[in-house]
């Protein structure tokens, strides 16, 4: 069973209030307004002179657990939202292996799932693992991206993004964090640039939270489990309000909900799971043999739900 054997984050010690963010790309008052007051969003995690090489490397130098097992590692991820990270022919995750000390990993990026792409990759990871024949062998699944553009800067009226990194060891088999379901709804008629078409956004918008509702429930009956068993769930970062309203059409209490890392860190990219997976370890919010659910949506447009237990 995929089990996730250590998570570590980097999070960019500059934060950058959403009203600056909004004075460089060109919002208006009023959508600051709204992102502040009715999507809970105050600032974002930036390191506007780093690299995203810069970026990743210290989210995977600060996992202790992989010092001395690089040679156990066969595969080497990237969960990514954008598919162009960097001009050919620079290759970040490439350079990141190098560094690392990687030599037996494969390396490769998943971003077909934009912001899902991280419980995509978890899951592959798991497969490729149970199919190495190896059961010492591991994977490294990275996530963290620049927000080099306007539009790698801005999903309008939704969030703004930020820069985290977070890195996790996948072994096919563990004793925590085990995987214990995954589903995925893909929604391709949302397939599009939603900045330039006010209808698409509108009927995405509509759609979204019944979409994600759906997606949680058929993890869950996949695990066998219902939400009333869940200890938390732990949410992509987009923002408070999206959540808010899908724990209400959930019937699910928003205070199992980790929302606290949407003003205190922003909507990290695919990164957002293990941001709030370490967020939950680290201050002891779940106990040994908790289910939780980790759900993230991708402009795209996919759903994503994962139950795991710790």
């Known amino acids: 069973m995929t089990a ?16 600056d963010v909004g004075a460089r790309i060109g919002l208006t008052p009023r959508q600051l307004r709204i992102f502040r007051r009715f999507h809970g969003l105050d600032q974002v995690r930036l390191d506007p002179d780093g690299t995203l090489l810069d970026l990743l490397e210290p989210a995977v130098r600060a996992l202790p657990e992989l010092r001395g097992n690089e040679h156990r590692v066969r595969y080497l991820l990237h969960a990514r939202s954008t598919p162009v990270a960097a001009p050919y022919p620079i290759n970040p995750l490439h350079q990141l292996g190098e560094r690392l000390g990687l030599t037996r990993a494969d390396a490769f990026t998943v971003t077909q799932q934009a912001c899902a792409s991280s419980l995509l990759a978890v899951d592959l990871a798991g497969r490729l693992l149970a199919d190495d024949g190896d059961p010492a062998a591991l994977a490294l699944v990275v996530a963290g991206e620049k927000t080099f553009t306007r539009d790698a800067q801005l999903l309008p009226d939704t969030t703004i993004f930020a820069e985290a990194a977070t890195a996790c060891l996948v072994s096919a088999d563990g004793e925590r964090n085990r995987v214990l379901s995954y589903a995925v709804r893909q929604r391709p008629e949302f397939h599009g640039r939603p900045v330039d078409d006010p209808e698409l ?47 209400r059409e959930l019937a699910f209490p928003v205070e199992r909900v980790l929302l606290e890392n949407v003003p205190a860190v922003g909507h990290s990219f695919a990164a957002d799971a293990f941001v709030n997976l370490h967020t939950a370890t680290t201050r002891g919010a779940l106990r040994p043999g908790d289910p939780y659910l980790i759900a993230a949506a991708g402009i795209g447009a996919t759903f994503a739900a994962m139950v795991l237990q710790h």
């Open 4 to 19: 996730l054997e250590a998570v570590a984050v980097h999070l960019p010690p500059r934060l950058e209030p959403i009203e």
């Open 201 to 247: 956004m509108t009927r995405y918008q509509r759609e979204y939270q019944p979409t994600m509702v759906e997606t949680v429930r058929a993890a869950l009956d996949r695990a066998g489990l219902d939400l009333a068993d869940l200890a938390l769930l732990l949410p992509h970062n987009v923002n408070q309000a999206s959540w808010r309203a899908t724990c």
